[in-house]
């Protein structure tokens, strides 16, 4: 079965620099969660869209933005990179037209800043 | 490889015997809860969930048991094998529709012992 793509799988980037992570729910799924987990950390909720629109939002810092596109993809773009933004980031996926159901997670993107 | 949850309670099991693993959750508004699986690098799996109308579920080999009075969730594993070395997750959300952002308890390291 398909599942939850992350691009890419690693990322090395300098302080100050620029991020896009993207992340590719599962078919038909159109609600899309960004999770950020630091080392030896729980998954903090960041972000999330439902139909493309941006449905909640968590511990975002301003230097984040994200967004959901027509195919139902989304990309979270990170600016003015920090030291502590070095994490594994998270992208789930979930029908929303259900009552509560299951959020499929992807393998994450690894990002390290220097 | 990168370890998960560094600084995580820790859990060492026989293989063969049951483990249980404990969790409190924060929000009594919270009413569908899941248990997810993380191995080293990789994404958290959904085990097994279960809504705040129930105190107890039952999957193959885990079982979740709520307890709301006291705002406690816990799994327990049968007859664990070498490949249930994890870390496990609770996580609580409330029913929303398109908005069912995940809050993830502190993580248990769980380890079977060959």
């Known amino acids: 079965a398909a599942g939850v793509i992350q691009s890419p799988r690693h990322l090395i980037k300098e302080k100050r620099e620029t991020a896009t992570l993207k992340c590719y729910p599962i078919?038909?799924?159109?609600?899309v969660y960004w999770y950020q987990q630091g080392p030896g950390q729980d998954p903090q909720f960041l972000i999330s869209?439902?139909?493309?629109?941006?449905?909640d939002k968590g511990s975002i810092p301003d230097r984040f933005s994200a967004q959901q596109f027509s195919d139902y993809h989304s990309e979270l773009n990170m600016s003015s990179l920090e030291l502590g933004d070095s994490a594994l980031y998270f992208c789930?996926?979930?029908?929303?037209?259900?009552?509560?159901?299951?959020?499929?997670f992807g393998p994450g993107t690894r990002l390290t800043v220097t | 490889g990168e370890s998960v949850g560094l600084h995580l309670p820790t859990l060492s099991v026989q293989e063969g015997d049951n483990s249980i693993i404990n969790c409190a959750y924060s929000n009594s508004a919270s009413d569908y809860f899941i248990w997810y699986k993380q191995e080293s690098g990789k994404g958290p799996q959904f085990i097994i969930d279960?809504?705040?109308?129930?105190d107890k579920r039952q999957g193959q080999r885990v079982t979740v048991l709520l307890n709301k009075t006291v705002k406690h969730l816990s799994l327990q594993i049968a007859a664990t094998q070498p490949g249930d070395s994890a870390v496990y997750f609770c996580?609580?959300?409330?029913?929303?529709?398109?908005?069912?952002?995940?809050?993830f308890g502190t993580g248990t390291r769980l380890t079977i012992i060959p």
């Open positions: 996580a609580e959300t409330q029913s929303n529709f398109g908005n069912e952002k995940l809050t």
């Open positions: 279960i809504r705040s109308n129930m």
């Open positions: 789930a996926s979930s029908l929303g037209d259900r009552t509560v159901g299951e959020q499929y």
């Open positions: 869209f439902y139909e493309k629109m941006q449905s």
């Open positions: 078919p038909r799924h159109d609600t």
